[in-house]
């Protein structure tokens, strides 16, 4: 079965401080996995996506992320956060095979808060 | 902007009506899907149509139903409405009847009262 866990409902840091937030996934096939973040009162957008190349993903606005296949983990980070950085953020799985291809499967979502 | 549009953006409606929500793909998305955001439940997947046909379906409930039409727009009908339905329901779309890159509309937010 497919799943996802985002460990922090929210987080908060300081303007210029590094971000993570973290999420685990469970997957029967080889999963996709992506991070969407949705501003208030906006749609979601895609962040970045990992679809099996390169582990360490780059995205928009200086996120990456790295997926690590022995810990079932795809974390999200920033090296210095913005005060733009404000919003929901939503780890997402889908599988590239199997009878679910191409379902997205959210977490329940991390509040990032960001302080002056 | 993500070329996806929805409308309305906000609805307001007693309990026991019945609505329409509508959904425009991007321009050459053949899928379109359905999402129902809600405080409770999160973000969970309704159902999907590839090119007029039913895809996929999810937790959708039997009040709710969906059609994509011949131009690929596509509505989804909530009927006999409940203060729960009260929730923000987003459309995406992507080119292919499997595709994990899917693109959201800003969604409808839709209050029962």
């Known amino acids: 079965a497919q799943s996802v866990t985002q460990l922090d409902s929210h987080v908060s840091v300081s303007e210029g401080t590094p971000v993570l937030l973290r999420c685990n996934y469970s997957?029967?096939?080889?999963?996709?996995l992506f991070w969407y973040v949705q501003h208030p009162n906006k749609g979601l957008q895609l962040l970045l996506k990992y679809t099996s190349a390169a582990t360490l993903v780059k995205g928009i606005n200086g996120f990456e992320a790295e997926f690590k296949k022995s810990e079932t983990s795809f974390h999200l980070t920033k090296p210095s956060a913005h005060m733009s950085d404000a919003a929901e953020y939503f780890c997402?799985?889908?599988?590239?095979?199997?009878?679910?291809?191409?379902?997205?499967?959210f977490g329940r979502g991390t509040q990032l808060t960001v302080w002056p | 902007d993500s070329g996806v549009t929805q409308t309305p953006k906000h609805l307001i409606t007693a309990t026991g009506q019945r609505v329409t929500l509508r959904c425009s793909p991007r321009?050459?998305?053949?899928?379109v899907y359905w999402y129902q955001q809600s405080l409770d439940q999160g973000l969970q997947f309704l159902i999907q149509?590839?090119?007029?046909?039913?895809?996929a379906k999810g937790n959708i409930l039997e009040r709710f139903s969906a059609q994509q039409f011949p131009d690929l727009h596509s509505e989804l009908n909530l009927s006999s409405l409940e203060l729960g339905d009260s929730a923000l329901y987003f459309c995406a779309s992507s080119v292919g009847p499997d595709s994990y890159e899917q693109y959201f509309g800003p969604g409808t937010r839709l209050t029962v009262t």
């Open positions: 149509y590839y090119n007029g046909e039913e895809r």
């Open positions: 321009s050459g998305d053949l899928s």
């Open positions: 997402v799985v889908s599988d590239q095979e199997g009878s679910t291809l191409g379902r997205l499967y």
């Open positions: 997957s029967s096939y080889s999963p996709s």
